[in-house]
């Protein structure tokens, strides 16, 4: 399992934009490198990322191998409401990996 950070406000008043901080830990191999043996590497990278708040899809967008390795992504959205942002990346080989993270709206 890969490590991930959010960095998100824990409050914040409705209407106020958020800025939604994630960082994944993956090593973003693109299949284009040459290994020890001088075969290429097999590609292995995330190749999307999708933020829910409360179900309802907030950011979506798709990796390609230029990516570097550890994709930081920064998007903002508007807090009108309470709840739990579902943060899900989905890549080769099988790799998924879903982390959670609440806001309380006043």
């Not at 075969?39 to 967008?61: A, H, K, M, Q």
């Not at 508007?78 to 609440?102: C, H, I, K, N, P």
Request: charged letters at 20%; a neutral charge; glycine letters at 6%.
């Amino acid at each position: 399992m890969a490590r991930a950070l959010i960095n998100v406000p824990k409050t914040a008043k409705r209407g106020e934009v958020i800025e939604i901080r994630t960082l994944i830990s993956h090593p973003m191999e693109t299949g284009y490198r040459p290994g020890p043996n001088g075969r290429l590497l097999p590609r292995n990278i995330v190749t999307s990322f999708t933020c829910r708040f409360n179900e309802t899809e907030v950011f979506r967008t798709e990796l390609h191998p230029a990516l570097s390795a550890n994709p930081y992504l920064v998007f903002s959205m508007r807090a009108e409401a309470s709840g739990v942002l579902t943060m899900t990346w989905t890549g080769d080989e099988g790799f998924s990996q879903t982390e959670t993270a609440t806001i309380e709206v006043t």
